[in-house]
């Protein structure tokens, strides 16, 4: 079975600041990695995604994540935190069974972000 | 390009009454998913449908729950009779194909309070 683990179910950060949310998967095959964010009463917006090209994903709003295998990793990282990032981030893993395409998400880290 | 769109935004229920709920997946898109999302947890897929045909339902209780997507595009999830432990955000997604490494689109979500 597939899974995700985030480690830190609230983070905060100074505006400016770097921001490091992390994940870590558990797959005996190869994953297909996402990272989803949340704000307020909306729905999950895509922020990057992992399909087994290059190791390193560019997101939108300056997010990043890099695919370490040796270390089952899939961290979020931005350089500098803005007010505006603060929200929920979840990662996710996409499983194909064949019949069907299926994402496990991760419990979500809340992100603060302070003056 | 419009997204999902999800009806009602907000229900509140006692236990023991039925609800439904509406989405209207992004046009094109052949996939659609249900997901609940309870507090403090990341969502949890509940149903899968490829076009009108069911592809995953797995994890959708299905003494009380049921989905429905007519003609292959709008769905309707039903909670009859619903539960204390029903209560959660219901989130509708949409992608295009059924491949495990597309973006699946997300509604605003239908957040049920069971009383």
């Known amino acids: 079975a597939q899974s995700v683990t985030q480690l830190g179910s609230h983070v905060s950060v100074s505006e400016g600041a770097l921001v490091l949310l992390r994940c870590n998967y558990s797959s005996s095959v190869p994953p297909y990695l996402f990272w989803y964010v949340q704000y307020p009463n909306q729905g999950l917006q895509l922020l990057l995604k992992y399909t087994s090209a290059a190791t390193l994903v560019k997101g939108i709003n300056g997010f990043e994540a890099e695919f370490k295998k040796s270390e089952t990793s899939f961290h979020l990282t931005k350089p500098s935190a803005h007010m505006s990032d603060a929200a929920e981030y979840f990662c996710?893993?996409?499983?194909?069974?064949?019949?069907?395409?299926?994402?496990?998400f991760g419990t979500g880290t809340r992100l603060q972000v302070t003056l | 390009e419009a997204g999902v769109a999800q009806s009602p935004r907000y229900k509140i229920i006692e236990k023991r009454q039925s609800v439904a709920f509406w989405c209207n997946p992004i046009s094109g898109h052949a996939t659609l998913y249900w997901y609940q999302q309870i507090l403090g947890q990341g969502p949890k897929l509940l149903i899968q449908?490829?076009?009108?045909?069911?592809?995953?339902d797995s994890q959708l209780p299905k003494d009380r729950f049921s989905a429905e997507r007519l003609k292959g595009v709008d769905s309707t999830l039903k909670i009859q009779p619903a539960k204390l432990e029903d209560s959660a955000v219901y989130l509708c997604?949409?992608?295009?194909?059924?491949?495990?490494?597309?973006?699946?689109?997300f509604g605003p979500g239908t957040r049920l309070t069971v009383l």
């Open positions: 996710a893993v996409s499983l194909n069974t064949g019949t069907a395409s299926k994402l496990t």
């Open positions: 997604a949409s992608s295009l194909v059924r491949a495990p490494t597309d973006t699946q689109y």
């Open positions: 449908f490829q076009n009108n045909g069911v592809v995953d």
